[in-house]
């Protein structure tokens, strides 16, 4: 028998609204109208073949075609799809068809902060590619101020307390013999991690670029450019996950 029932959560998903956990943030502000009734319930099975769903007046279908992109973030842009203020976002640097399918940002890449920044419509995988549960890789290159000490170093990769909780492992690899620029890389996503991290330690962040997120690297994208992912790193990025 064909299942009918979907939960909301992933059925919004599925509609190109966001990742699960933005969904859910969008459910219990009451935005979502099943039947023409607001609904606050995240329990609540979406009947595919009887209800109506609608957010902002529009009716939410299952997107037909998933689209998959990486852009190099520029500073000044924030990692949101839309912002109150009318500062830039990071959806402004892609194409409006990608816009009007309910392309999203997977994660986020505070606004100082340069580099990899994948986009789908795919609610399923970007929730696999932030949820912590998957530890999915996602490396830096950071440029301090100073030398970054070995017994910094090693504090950092065992795990250091943040936001009441320990840290997971991480690796840092030195770029330069001044050990000034390093790449560290990490299996889950604090807010503002990395710098916060360092300035723990008494480090300032001069720059900080994602340049690889999972199987997936940054290369040679230009600065504020996007590109469609191709088969092979789609297919990779889902086996991360699976």
């Not at 932030?130 to 996602?138: D, L, N």
């Not at 008494?202 to 720059?207: D, K, Q």
């Not at 997936?216 to 699976?242: C, F, H, M, W």
């Amino acid at each position: 028998m064909t299942r009918t029932k979907i939960r909301i959560n992933k059925y919004l998903s599925l509609c190109g609204l966001g990742s699960r956990r933005k969904t859910e943030e969008i459910i219990i502000k009451g935005q979502i109208y099943i039947n023409g009734i607001p609904t606050t319930d995240l329990s609540y099975q979406v009947d595919i073949n009887t209800d109506t769903v609608m957010y902002r007046g529009q009716v939410l279908l299952p997107v037909q075609a998933y689209h998959y992109l990486i852009l190099n973030k520029p500073k000044g842009y924030l990692t949101t799809t839309k912002d109150e203020r009318n500062r830039p976002t990071v959806l402004q640097l892609i194409p409006q068809q990608y816009r009007e399918q309910g392309t999203f940002p997977v994660g986020r890449l505070d606004k100082d902060t340069e580099g990899l920044l994948l986009f789908t419509n795919d609610g399923d995988l970007a929730y696999k590619l932030t949820h912590p549960r998957f530890k999915v890789p996602k490396t830096y290159q950071v440029t301090l101020d100073r030398p970054l000490r070995d017994d910094h170093k090693m504090a950092i990769e065992h795990g250091i307390e943040l936001y009441g909780t320990q840290t997971l492992p991480a690796t840092i690899v030195p770029i330069n013999d001044e050990w000034t620029i390093v790449t560290i890389t990490i299996t889950e996503g604090k807010k503002r991690q990395v710098r916060m991290l360092f300035s723990m330690l008494g480090y300032e962040v001069i720059s900080l670029t994602r340049i690889k997120y999972g199987p997936i690297t940054l290369g040679d994208l230009p600065v504020g450019k996007y590109r469609v992912l191709s088969k092979q790193e789609i297919e990779k990025l889902k086996s991360a996950v699976n």
